[in-house]
């Protein structure tokens, strides 16, 4: 998974407040991954580790070159319902670095430096988390 960006130069932004997010998780004996090459785990309602974000420059050749954010945290700007896995819903935390982009060239999506997991968007007590202690 891969976030494209317009270009090399593109710096990443500072949240200036809570960014709310979507990932598809794989569930695995009561822990919840991500379902692509890294495999981290996430735990409601905890700040995963700090991840640098790198972008990787790849040229096709005959002018197609792509800028791409291999590491950091790839998360969706809208949830996507027609996918078969879990649905969760995520935070990235005022004051952290991202960017935003395409995902795949597919999707909005971010990718960012920190995130926090808030819990599957089909129960209620993960919006109760996001108002209570994230909406400001």
């Not at 495999?39 to 700090?50: A, C, D, K, Q, T």
């Not at 319902?81 to 999707?107: A, C, M, Q, V």
């Not at 909005?108 to 129960?123: A, D, N, V």
Request: aromatic share 16%.
């Amino acid at each position: 998974m891969c976030l494209n960006l317009k270009s090399a130069e593109q710096i990443p932004e500072i949240a200036s407040k809570n960014i709310i997010c979507f990932k598809d998780l794989d569930e695995r004996e009561g822990s919840y991954f991500a379902q692509h090459y890294l495999h981290h785990e996430y735990f409601v309602g905890e700040l995963n580790e700090p991840m640098e974000l790198k972008i990787r420059i790849r040229d096709y050749g005959a002018n197609n070159i792509s800028y791409e954010v291999k590491k950091g945290y790839h998360s969706s700007v809208k949830c996507r319902l027609e996918k078969e896995n879990y649905k969760f819903l995520f935070i990235i935390p005022k004051g952290t670095k991202y960017f935003k982009g395409l995902i795949n060239n597919s999707h909005e999506g971010y990718t960012s430096e920190q995130i926090i997991m808030l819990g599957s968007i089909f129960k209620l007590s993960t919006w109760w988390r996001y108002w209570k202690n994230y909406r400001k």
